[in-house]
């Protein structure tokens, strides 16, 4: 396990030197999504790989415990059993940093690229997200099901993080209180449009504070933020004041996760770990729906971060939608041919 982020003072004067070129992120980010796409075994393997860093998430008005239990059935096995028995890791568990040493390109591995794999872990997703009210549903399920799998939950206000200060601390408290070992938390976008970065930056240490052991996500809005400026300061300032994760969106906003925008996010990370030693992990999540955009963010992670990002404890993918889309691909690996949607269990 990665060690968390235990903050530092914030810097001010870092923060208000910080300047983002705007078309050398956009050039960027369009060679990255130009890239060549991997193809047949080492395609497969990288989608395999995808799974085990999705928090898989039901964020709606009308979830009930029965859809929550449904949806930790789909992430303890989000694969078909008898397309991993095809594939020969029906019994192997996937180890990450194996997984990513066997398949770095697709002229090397071979017929070898989906047995790179260590017994570590099982082949599930990373975690369940749900909101507050339902993680007490998830952590039983789970339980029932002698899963050790996270449950993160959102929280402080989620999505517009408008609610009173104490009203989202307490939110943050009883989510973890229920069995939550990972919170998503929401910044209060107006502190970061106004430029307050010392109140926002006591205002996320708080909800440091509040997790306790729990893992902190902390979710910037980029797509309410204006300028990858303030997305680059405000990511700064998450991890200053101890975020163990920065995120992208909430899922809810009008624009959500962006190849440019990550660009940005993970330069910060960068820059923070070459200034202080602690490795910060990245979130995208909101509107991530199919399997090509999962080996996209991949490529992108390890271009821009190294492998040592490529695994659970430092990538997620908070998506709903996307492992439908990556069960298909990988279905279409083992028998050439595309399954309807209602062929695969559903989450």
């Known amino acids: 396990m990665t060690a968390r982020n235990p903050g530092t003072n914030l810097d001010l004067e870092w923060i208000s030197k910080a300047r983002v070129n705007t078309q050398a992120v956009l050039k960027r980010a369009q060679c990255i999504q130009g890239q060549k796409t991997l193809k047949k075994q080492w395609q497969a393997a990288w989608l395999l790989k995808a799974v085990t860093c999705i928090d898989l998430t039901t964020l709606a008005g009308d979830d009930t415990p029965s859809n929550v239990h449904r949806l930790c059935l789909k992430a303890i096995q989000p694969i078909r059993y008898d397309l991993l028995k095809k594939m020969d890791m029906h019994n192997k568990g996937l180890m990450v940093r194996d997984l990513v040493v066997s398949i770095p390109d697709s002229d ?37 099901a002698n899963s050790s799998l996270p449950v993160a939950s959102v929280a402080t206000g989620f999505p517009a993080g408008q609610t009173p200060l ?32 010392e109140a926002m930056y006591d205002e996320i240490r708080q909800f440091r504070e509040a997790c306790g052991d729990a893992h902190m996500k902390t979710i910037l809005a980029i797509g309410e933020l204006g300028t990858f400026t303030n997305v680059y300061k405000a990511s700064m300032v998450a991890m200053m004041a101890g975020s163990d994760f920065i995120k992208t969106s909430t899922g809810k906003e009008a624009v959500n996760a962006t190849y440019p925008v ?36 991949l490529t992108l992670i390890k271009e821009e971060l190294g492998n040592d990002w490529l695994c659970p404890q430092l990538f997620r993918l908070g998506a709903s939608s996307l492992l439908a889309d990556i069960e298909r691909q990988i279905y279409h690996h083992v028998t050439g041919q595309y399954a309807a949607y209602h062929e695969l269990p559903m989450a």
């Open 166 to 197: 104490e009203t989202r601390l307490q939110e943050v408290r009883m989510a973890v209180a229920d069995g939550a070992t990972e919170i998503d938390i929401v910044i209060n976008r107006t502190l970061a449009l106004t430029g307050q970065w």
């Open 262 to 297: 990550a660009i940005v996010m993970v330069r910060a990370i960068r820059d923070y770990f070459l200034c202080t030693g602690h490795k910060v992990g990245f979130k995208p999540a909101g509107g991530i729906r199919t399997a090509q955009e999962s080996l996209v963010w």
């Open 108 to 144: 090397a591995g071979g017929e070898d690229a989906l047995k790179g794999a260590s017994v570590e872990r099982g082949v599930t997703t990373a975690a369940v997200c749900v909101y507050p009210s339902r993680v007490a549903d998830a952590v039983t399920s789970l339980k029932a």
